[in-house]
């Protein structure tokens, strides 16, 4: 053996480990997982990688993700992007960060594509039913005076100066039916950066899925029933695949044996 340097090949070491003569440990992938509280919403944020450090790491940088587009996002930031663009409504341009503005400029072909029925300047009619807080129900003529305010072709985009601007004094932007899936994808894009090999990302009813689970299965999922509280309505099995839900089961309220709820028909403006 003096002087001599033994090789061994992949297939060469399988063989002794079959034999008995070499024993191979294979660690399996790590899978964390935690939850917040971010966007008005419970987050769960899952990653699996080689080594627990870099899951944990994965995990981390998918919450930072998704509070650093919080802070840009949301409306109930009074500092936000969005904020200020509602806030600058009928008066000027604002220039907001690029994710931002790739979002509304995503809103406005999520509206072409579904004739209307997506529409992210319902905000006017979101804030008159308050359907969390006040708990009011609108007038026909309310309603009927708010229409002006939804036109989404007052909702003006600058991509070379990166701004927004609403043409009409009211308007307000409302990004709740898309904003949770967007910081879903970009933690899922952030967590595999940091080096997770696979995760999942759910905002509320916004799932992000990449991969697969340490033990090859996909991630899995239950749907619940609207009406049948701890009853599961569908189940569904997601890799490198989202999926969104929404229901009128959590955000209502009842008035004289009527249930109204929080996603309103653009059209109608009513629940």
């Known amino acids: 053996m003096n002087g001599q340097v033994i090789v061994f090949t992949a297939e060469s070491l399988c063989a002794l480990a079959l034999m008995g003569c070499v024993s191979i440990e294979v660690t399996p992938p790590f899978m964390v997982k935690r939850a917040q509280m971010h966007m008005g919403t419970l987050v769960t944020v899952t990653a ?18 998704i509070h650093r587009l919080e802070e840009i996002l949301s409306t109930w930031i009074s500092a936000s992007d969005l904020s200020r663009v509602n806030a600058a409504a009928g008066r ?13 400029k995503r809103s406005l072909e999520m509206a072409a594509l579904t004739e209307g029925g997506f529409n992210i300047a319902v905000g006017p009619a979101v804030e008159a039913w308050s359907v969390t807080e006040r708990a009011h129900v609108p007038t026909a003529d309310e309603l009927a005076g708010l229409k ?8 003006q985009l600058d991509e070379q100066a990166g701004t927004v601007f609403l ?5 307000r932007i409302d990004v709740g039916g898309i904003g949770k899936g967007f910081a879903a994808d970009r933690a899922a894009a952030a967590m595999q950066a940091a080096g997770a090999t696979a995760g999942v990302v759910a905002l509320s009813g916004d799932i992000k899925t990449f991969g697969r689970m340490p033990v090859g299965e996909r991630f ?10 701890g009853t599961v309505l569908a189940s569904l099995e997601l890799e490198n695949e989202a999926i969104s839900t929404a229901g009128d089961y959590e955000r209502y309220f009842e008035r004289d044996g009527v249930r109204y709820h929080h996603i309103l028909d653009p059209q109608t403006l009513q629940p």
């Open 148 to 155: 002006p305010l939804v036109d989404l072709g007052q909702v």
């Open 167 to 171: 043409a009409r004094p009211g308007m």
């Open 220 to 229: 899995r999922f239950g749907i619940q029933h609207p009406r049948k509280e």
């Open 92 to 104: 000027e341009p604002v220039r907001v960060a690029p994710e931002a503005f790739l979002l509304i």
């Open 48 to 65: 699996v990688a080689p080594m627990e450090e870099v899951a944990q790491q994965a995990v981390t940088t998918g919450f930072h993700e």
